[in-house]
């Protein structure tokens, strides 16, 4: 059954590859090289994206092993995930906790992608698409799911060093069924668009996260840097990032272009996105300055800044609703409107 999105595992793959690395950089310590480093020229922009593609084609070897592992997942499954059943083979998250901080703790230091790597990768992505699987949700929607990466963060502390003791699992597992409570109400909440669901989800993934790491010793703490993974719940959430760049001008037409064909505006609907397109920018822009200005540490910065951008994005789609005189097709469109859009404004060299 899980056939028709074995391209997008596929794809995952390299993804996760990424991600496993981000989170690598996110949880360095302030003083670490990475940090300090000068912004990429370039060229060596074209070489990290020379070596990322040499990673993927090193990937893709892997993947076509592993699609073994994805048609062994094509028989039938219960339509719900409270009773599955594993089949031989398939791999837990007390199974994958391990090996997914050790491919952590390997990504932090560097090292070269290894066949233990890929494999935990690719274990890692084909349990979350079974549960996407039975679910009915998304890869991305899926790492938020109850079962998904906040049952891994308790495998991770369970097989931690020190492991969790029989009192903090105890407490987790409280942690997980008030989560799972608030995360089935806000997917049932037909009140809210797709993007403030997406918002939601992601504050109620923060709230379990900050619960576990209170639970946690200060040796467990030292030692949690695998814990870093599981904050992967709250970077998708099932929707796509548009990215633009250019002068004030062109990211304005840009993110006009993009939104008109989202929502399949008409010409005369088009012709008034303008100021909404240029609310939002401030709105985005102001935003990104306020968190800065009030944050020191590197990864609460850049997890503020992504939820400010995106109820940014949240009061124009609103403004937008009432403003443009959407046909119900396009009313829809809005409401099940889940792309973000990010942007960096570069004002023009002056003529010498």
């Not at 495998?155 to 608030?182: C, F, K, M």
């Not at 709230?207 to 949690?224: C, H, I, N, P």
């Not at 940014?312 to 396009?330: D, F, N, S, V, Y």
Request: net charge neutral.
């Amino acid at each position: 059954m899980l056939r028709g999105i074995a391209l997008g595992i596929a794809v995952g793959a390299a993804a996760t590859a990424v991600a496993l690395k981000a989170a690598a950089l996110r949880a360095a310590p302030a003083g670490a090289t990475k940090a300090e480093a000068p912004a990429p020229s370039a060229d060596s922009a074209a070489s990290g994206v020379g070596a990322l593609r040499a990673g993927n084609d090193a990937l893709r070897a892997t993947i076509e092993n592993r699609k073994a592992l994805l048609a062994s997942l094509e028989a039938a499954e219960p339509a719900t995930p409270k009773n599955a059943k594993r089949k031989a083979g398939e791999k837990s998250w007390k199974d994958l906790a391990p090996l997914l901080a050790r491919a952590f703790a390997m990504s932090r230091r560097d090292a070269e992608s290894t066949p233990e790597l890929e494999t935990v990768q690719m274990d890692f992505l084909a349990l979350i698409a079974r549960i996407g699987k039975q679910r009915g949700l998304t890869l991305d929607e899926a790492m938020s799911a109850p079962e998904a990466l906040p049952q891994l963060l308790r495998a991770l502390l369970e097989a931690g060093t020190p492991p969790g003791t029989p009192e903090q699992l105890a407490r987790v597992d409280e942690l997980i069924a008030a989560y799972a409570e608030n995360w089935e109400k806000t997917r049932a909440d037909e009140t809210l668009t797709k993007l403030e669901r997406r918002l939601r989800i992601g504050e109620l993934a923060d709230g379990y996260m900050q619960g576990v790491t209170e639970l946690l010793t200060d040796g467990q703490r030292s030692a949690s840097g695998g814990f870093e993974i599981a904050g992967m719940m709250t970077d998708g959430m099932g929707g796509g990032t548009h990215w633009s760049s250019g002068t004030r001008e062109q990211v304005t037409a840009n993110l006009a272009d993009q939104w008109a064909k989202s929502l399949k505006l008409d010409a005369g609907q088009k012709a008034l996105l303008g100021p909404y397109v240029e609310a939002y920018m401030k709105d985005y822009e102001s935003a990104n300055e306020r968190v800065k200005a009030d944050s020191k540490e590197d990864r609460a910065v850049w997890k503020r800044i992504q939820r400010e951008q995106m109820r940014a994005q949240i009061r124009a789609q609103h403004a937008m609703e009432t403003g443009l005189g959407l046909t119900p097709k396009q009313a829809k469109a809005l409401r099940n409107w889940g792309t973000t859009y990010q942007f960096r404004v570069s004002e023009p060299a002056e003529e010498r």
